[in-house]
């Protein structure tokens, strides 16, 4: 029962590249959300989706693009990574909206 | 607006209750919950109540509901070394087209032995 799995755990990049975080549930949820993790500022949310094939922005959508072509993967793309977005990411799924969302065990991202 | 505040700090000696509160200011809360982080490792729900109710139990875990005070706290019964973690609270209010959670910055239990 693997419940909520991101991918990578760790990585290191230079500003101006990309990358791809990937997150996938086998929980069969509609519901799948990005968020980051920054000291003393509790998690905001990036972007969400409320089912396949759909997106929305959250509170930080700014430098990130998601996608979200099969209802088990959600994914988190950074086009042109800046040091700003130096943080912990984690993806969360619910059943639906208002259910409690389960986490994966995130993943750290540095950008030099 | 949508705020949620916590302590950032909490010390107990193993053996005795914790107490862990935080307060809302959204009104409009459906669910409230109780999120447990490890170092090094994602959240882990460890409760959550419905804003209708005033106390859930759950073994060791009581969560006490206060509306009107929009106050919410989490009691951890006979503290274990193992409970040392980050406790977050997040309430839970609707956005468009999904509820979405506000966290706060969390509280850092730290159990004595």
């Known amino acids: 029962n693997a419940g909520v799995t991101q991918t990578p755990k760790f990585r290191v990049l230079k500003t101006g590249q990309s990358m791809t975080l990937l997150c996938a549930q086998d929980m069969n949820h509609e519901y799948m959300y990005w968020y980051r993790q920054d000291p003393g500022m509790g998690l905001r949310l990036i972007h969400y989706?409320?089912?396949?094939?759909?997106?929305a922005k959250g509170e930080v959508p700014d430098g990130y693009n998601v996608s979200r072509l099969k209802k088990q993967n959600f994914l988190l793309g950074l086009e042109s990574a800046a040091p700003s977005q130096t943080s912990v990411y984690f993806c969360?799924?619910?059943?639906?909206?208002?259910?409690?969302?389960?986490f994966g065990d995130g993943t750290r991202l540095s950008i030099l | 607006g949508e705020d949620v505040e916590q302590s950032l700090f909490l010390s107990v000696r193993e053996g005795d209750s914790s107490v862990i509160n935080c307060t809302y200011t959204?009104?409009?809360?459906?669910?409230l919950y109780w999120y447990k982080q490890e170092p090094g490792a994602g959240l882990q729900l460890l409760t959550y109540?419905?804003?209708?109710?005033d106390m859930k139990q759950d073994q060791r875990l009581t969560v006490l509901l206060n509306k009107k005070d929009k106050h919410l706290s989490l009691r951890i019964a006979d503290t274990q070394t193992g409970d040392s973690a980050i406790y977050f609270c997040a309430e839970s209010i609707y956005g468009g087209a999904t509820n979405k959670l506000i966290f706060g910055t969390g509280t850092l239990l730290a159990v004595q032995p």
């Open positions: 969360a799924s619910s059943y639906s909206t208002g259910q409690p969302q389960h």
């Open positions: 959204d009104s409009s809360s459906t669910y």
């Open positions: 109540i419905f804003s209708n109710m």
């Open positions: 989706s409320v089912g396949e094939g759909t997106t």
